[in-house]
């Protein structure tokens, strides 16, 4: 099993910066595609940004494109989200997501992938 524990969260004034970190552990090699969500009282979770594997390419929302950035360190097993010109708005909860595969036979197969998730962040931006 894969555990994810995100780190980095905090308090930040409007067009600050702040770093999040996505440690996991376990067995790790079974990850494939990273993501963040985040998440507010009263709505859904939002995807955020993702990343594949090998980290060479990447999806954003369009509210956070231009400002944020995914990344990941497959040999720290960490997944990174870069916050810069921070807005009230982008005050929320914010977490880490894996997709992890099954292994049969020395190999893992991601047809379903099952999707783990970390405790979250907070993320706060104050005006």
């Known amino acids: 099993q894969v555990q994810l524990v995100e780190s980095g969260g905090g308090l930040v004034q409007v067009g600050g910066s702040l770093r999040l970190s996505c440690e996991a552990s376990g067995d790790t090699l079974c990850i494939a595609d990273m993501s963040w969500y985040r998440q507010t009282p009263g709505k859904e979770r939002e995807l955020v940004a993702s990343?594949?594997?090998?980290?060479?390419?990447?999806n954003y929302a369009d509210f956070v494109k231009g400002r944020f950035t995914i990344s990941r360190d497959n040999a720290k097993s960490t997944l990174y989200l870069q916050m810069n010109s921070l807005k009230p708005e982008d005050t929320a909860v914010y977490y880490c997501t894996a997709a992890c595969g099954k292994l049969i036979s020395g190999s893992y197969y991601f047809t379903p992938a099952t999707t783990i998730w970390g405790r979250g962040t907070q993320v706060t931006v104050s005006s």
């Open positions: 990343i594949i594997t090998s980290g060479k390419r990447t």
